[in-house]
């Protein structure tokens, strides 16, 4: 069973800074895609930022040049460095983790397909505010 878990969320003021790390555990197989979602009081889910297997990124504009995504596949973790957070970030961050369709062998036949599949944290709650 794969779980994905977030820490380093917290309060801080206007300007300061915050790392979040989500680590992936229970598959042997990689994710092509992980990211992180935000969730503000009364708002939907929104996508921040997206990393491939390759490091290609993606930002929302809101966010860009100020928060980092990266992510270590060696370890099934994926960061955000968010800098000069500002009270508009406060939110519930949540980590996704996508893993795509694949074929299943056993010895070296195959017997089945595992479809595409989408993984969610349980959030961390970041609170910028003076």
């Known amino acids: 069973q794969v779980q994905l878990v977030e820490s380093g969320g917290g309060s801080v003021q206007p300007g300061e800074s915050l790392r979040l790390s989500c680590a992936a555990s229970?598959?042997?197989?990689?994710?092509?895609?992980m990211a992180w979602y935000r969730q503000a009081p009364g708002n939907q889910r929104d996508l921040v930022a997206s990393?491939?297997?390759?490091?290609?990124?993606n930002y929302t504009d809101s966010i860009k040049g100020r928060f980092t995504v990266s992510r270590d596949n060696a370890k099934n973790t994926v960061y955000l460095e968010m800098n000069n957070l500002k009270p508009e970030d406060t939110a519930v961050y949540y980590c996704?983790?996508?893993?795509?369709?694949?074929?299943?062998?056993?010895?070296?036949?195959?017997?089945?397909?595992?479809?595409?599949?989408?993984?969610w944290g349980q959030g961390t709650q970041v609170t910028v505010s003076s």
């Open positions: 229970g598959s042997t197989f990689s994710f092509d895609i």
């Open positions: 990393i491939g297997s390759g490091g290609d990124t």
């Open positions: 996704y983790a996508h893993q795509p369709a694949r074929d299943l062998f056993y010895g070296g036949r195959r017997y089945g397909s595992s479809p595409s599949t989408k993984f």
